[in-house]
């Protein structure tokens, strides 16, 4: 007994001493914040006293067992005993005789906080007695009366109707039941609201199912301590930035920097001071909705930005082809003369030949064998090259229209029309126009139309261009498969349309050839094209995205698989 206590054995006796008295200055505090409210004013200069002892003790305590690295000797602890143990005992008979005034007013909440403030000087008497090997008989051991009416470290705080202006949502983390309530009502007077845990892994818990603005929290906790629960809070993201006070004796002060190190807001010592309580969750609270302005703002700006960014893409392509469109009508103009003249002297070649194979009947008669073989040769000849001229001539001239109807857009008239019908008609005649070009070309046309469609307001013709270019690419596509596959692949097209709401929607679904990934996102550029050199302008659906988004102020996207499919959903708004 005689041997002095190490540090770690003095550093606990301190805290063990201090925790009592924080609960005398804590609960008579209060008790002297409601005494005029609870009408019990003429004892406010006893709790007074009571409080002016409570700090007195707390004093003695701290100049007798104050962290200064030397040790304590058995002979200190019982002249500390015997200083404490009078002043605690007059404290105890006067918190007994007020606790009988209050049970006589029927004050029962004050009466709750009164057997609180006697309950904790047992048990301080008790420690005393312990400190010195002497217990105390008349104390409670385990300090049962200075919990809180509720046990439950899980439960919530009663909510306030309305968090107050100012006020925010604080999680608490005290092992000590007496030190949640004390804070939990303190808060709540400052118009918070509050939830409580008893140890980290509760805590972390309920970090993890709720939000809050700021988390007060002790050092000294079974099971989950203070820093590892800053650790855990540093690992998440979500977490990272949650304002955390450490709740700290004073002589922890080591702990108290280590968990600042660790990304602690701040810290407040025990015993709780109402004023630099206030003071510290405000100065948090205030910090944390300045970030979270800040951060709010940040988000904005940074939204404010990519859609800035879009838009100025958005007015970059406008201007190109603005400018693409432009130069395509001066050029489309200046080829389309002459190549009218190409043309039309094709023609009027051909029909002079002809007139020239009639001409030269009878003396062709004249001439011998080989003469007439050769003459006939040259004729044949000069046939197939202006019908070539005139092909490829022809070919140009719709490159050409196309190009003049790209730089035009769209200036049609808007007129009611049965989309089911229109649908239709693009697609026959996209069909029956490549049958002509090749008659050994055939596909299989499914169609799904919804009968149910009403008529809606559309540039009918300018519409029809869409569906009969986007019919040409797929029936294209799904014939050159089964070119490639033979006679065991069935090329099939097939178009459905459904109301959608506020929209009306189109699908056209190939089975061919599909396309890249790589490549979707270039399929409306103009002039590009997945088909083979001299197969495609590369304007079709370039002007398909033209009408539909620009014109009708629709949407048309594509959904592919290369090697197994490619389906193109134009979408139409019912009113224009």
Known sequence: MNDPLSVEALAHLRHELRTPINHI?????????????????????????INAGGRQLLEWIQGALAESGSSVSFR???????????????????????????REREATEARADMERVASALGRLLFLLGQMIGVPYAAADPVGRALSPASDDPQAKAPALPQTAEGGGRILVVEDNAANRDLLRRRL?????????????????????????DLMLLDIMMPEMDGFE?????????????????????????????????MGAEDYLPKPFDPVLLRARIGASLEKKRLRDRERCKTKELEQALQRLKETQDQLVVQEKMASLGALTAGIAHEIKNPLNFVLNF???????????????????????????????????????????????????????????????????????????????????????GLRAQNAAFNITL????????????????????????????????AYQKKLHSGDGFRPTLRVMTRDAGNEVEVRMRDNGTGMPRSVVHKIF????TTKPTGSGTGLGLSLSYQIVVEQHKGTIRVDTQEGEYTEFIVTLPKRA
């Open 25 to 49: 200055l804590g609960y008579t505090e209060i008790l002297l914040e409601d005494a005029d409210h609870a009408e019990l004013a003429e004892y406010s200069a006893v709790l007074r006293e």
């Open 76 to 102: 200190q602890l019982e002249a500390l005993e015997a200083k404490l143990r009078p002043r605690a005992e007059q404290l105890l008979r006067v918190a007994e005789s007020l606790l009988a005034a209050f």
């Open 188 to 212: 709540e007077r400052e118009g918070h609201e509050v939830w409580e845990a008893a140890n980290g892994v509760l805590a972390l818990a309920m970090l993890g199912a709720g939000e809050y």
């Open 229 to 261: 629960v800053l650790g855990r809070l540093q690992q998440d993201a979500r977490l990272r930035d949650l304002p955390v006070i450490m709740i700290s004796a004073l002589d922890e002060i080591q702990s108290v920097v280590r968990c600042i190190e």
């Open 346 to 432: 094709a023609e009027l070649s051909v029909d002079l030949l002809r007139e020239l194979e009639q001409t030269l009947g009878e003396p062709r008669k004249t001439l011998s064998a080989e003469d007439a073989l050769y003459l006939d040769g040259l004729m044949s000849d000069l046939t197939g090259n202006l019908q070539r001229i005139h092909e490829h001539g022809k070919r140009a001239d719709s490159i050409v229209r196309g190009m003049l109807a790209h730089s035009r857009g769209g200036s049609g008239q808007r007129e009611k029309v049965d989309l089911n019908a229109l649908v239709a008609e693009a697609v026959n005649l996209a069909y029956h």
């Open 446 to 477: 499914e169609s799904d139309y919804d009968q149910k469609l009403e008529p809606i307001e559309v540039m009918p013709q300018d519409l029809s261009r869409v569906f009969l270019n986007i019919t040409n690419n797929g029936c294209y596509a």
């Open 525 to 528: 550029n103009p002039f590009f």
